[in-house]
Each structure stands twice: as structure tokens, then as C-alpha cells.
């Protein structure tokens, strides 16, 4: 009777397969990782833009509409001053970018007579209701994440506030302290990222004659 040989069969991985295979799932694991952090990332930065381009366009809507506040500050000396059905059209709708606080600020510019045309600060938020002596805040947005506010003149000129005339929406800029404008220059605006090697940037630019926000590349201007 010849003999039968049986081979048994391996039950379990060697040490060399092991390891591969783990080495497999790190890698794995860390470009995963890696790719949601990307990923939020880029929605961080494009939820940003939005929010900032959207603040802007509605300064601007707000101007051509001609939106009229309750004047309860009597900005317009007609002895009315307690908001009764007495309404009053700022002399301006505008965003002030605070870059030092990474904040901009929609307002309505009451125009006080010591300091026509500029940003003259604002109080909480009060649903377009004109009170004290300055401007009044509509809304406000916080940069956050990692991200940097940008605002400046096309050839670099120190400008942190965009302001919209209303009906027509005629367009001046200014600093925050001074009704310096603007005439012959984009006003530049948009978002950084930081601490990261491969930061984005996105900015739009506005001209004191269209007044309205485009693409730096449209208007070969560049970013801050």
C-alpha cells in the first residue's frame, strides 16, 4: 500500500504579514484623517467668503432701495425724535472692516456734522432704529477659523470702510476716521487662510463708479 502524505495546512498569519497589514490601515487611517481636515477646511473657507461677499452685496442692496431707519436721534432736525412713524434715509449704508479684530460691520451712516462720510463707530444691534450719536449697526460678522480678514486699496492705500449712497449706490471708501476718499482705485476685500503651509486666499474688488463687488481677476487687482 503506498504511502499517503498530508500536508497541513497554515492556520495564521506570520509576523511580516502582520505588520504589513497594519501598516496598511495607518496609512489608510491618516489619509483619511487628512482628507476630512482638508475638507473642512475648504468648506471653513468658502462658508467665510459667502458670509463676507453676502455683507457687502447687502450694504449695497440696502443703499439702492433707499432703506429708511426709525429716527429716534432726529438726524434729520425735524424735531421728531421719538421714532413715532418719523423715518429718516441714512446718508450712507456701509461695511467697516475691523482687520484688527478679524470683524466687519454692516452700518447705517447717520452722518453726525462732525464727522460726514466716515465711520463714526456703533451700539448693539437695534432692528433700524436711529438712537444716540452714532452710526447704527445692522449686523456684524467674526472671521474665525483660522481665517484673515483682508480690506484694503487696490495700490495699497490704508482703507478699512466701503460706503453706498442710497438710490444709486454711488460708492466711497474710507478709512475709519476720516472721509478720505477714494476715486480712482479698487477697494479690495476678502479672506486668508492661516497657520497653514498651503494658506488659499480670495478676494473681490469694488470700484467707486460700478460699485459692485467682482472677481480680482475680472478687475486685475490682487488680494492685500
Given at each position: ?6 500536508h ?5 498569519y506570520t509576523?511580516?504579514?502582520?505588520i ?14 487628512a482628507?476630512?481636515?482638508?475638507s ?21 442692496s ?6 429708511a431707519?426709525?429716527?429716534?436721534g ?15 434715509t ?27 462720510g466716515?465711520?463714526?463707530?456703533t451700539?448693539d444691534?437695534n ?6 450719536g452714532?452710526?447704527?449697526k445692522i449686523?456684524?460678522?467674526q472671521v ?12 495699497g492705500?490704508t482703507?478699512?470702510t ?8 454711488d460708492v466711497?471708501f ?9 476715486t ?7 479672506l ?14 469694488i ?12 478687475t ?5
Open positions: 500500500m503506498a504511502n499517503k502524505r498530508f497541513k495546512s497554515r492556520g495564521g509576523l511580516i504579514e502582520l504589513i497589514v497594519t501598516m496598511l490601515i495607518g496609512i489608510l487611517t491618516v489619509a483619511g484623517i482628507g476630512l481636515i482638508r473642512r477646511r475648504v468648506s471653513r473657507f468658502n462658508a467665510g467668503n459667502q458670509q463676507v461677499g453676502s455683507r457687502v452685496r447687502e450694504a449695497r440696502l443703499a439702492v432701495t433707499g432703506k431707519i426709525l429716527d429716534y432726529d438726524y434729520d432736525n425735524d424735531l421728531l425724535d421719538d421714532g413715532d412713524g418719523d423715518y429718516v441714512p446718508a450712507h449704508y456701509g461695511i467697516h472692516f475691523d482687520v484688527g479684530n478679524n470683524m466687519l460691520i454692516l452700518f447705517a451712516d447717520l452722518d453726525d456734522s462732525n464727522n460726514v466716515a465711520y463714526d463707530g451700539l444691534f432692528e433700524y432704529v436711529a438712537a444716540s452714532r452710526d447704527l449686523g456684524e460678522y474665525t477659523g483660522d481665517l484673515e480678514l483682508l480690506a484694503e486699496g487696490s495700490t492705500t482703507t478699512n466701503v460706503m453706498f449712497s442710497p438710490i444709486f449706490a466711497a474710507s478709512n475709519a476716521a476720516a472721509n478720505t476718499t477714494l480712482n482705485e479698487f477697494f479690495v476685500f476678502g486668508r487662510e492661516t497657520n497653514v503651509t498651503d494658506a488659499r486666499e480670495n478676494c473681490l474688488a470700484h467707486p463708479i460700478a460699485g459692485v463687488p467682482e472677481t480680482t481677476d475680472a486685475s487687482t490682487a488680494c492685500p
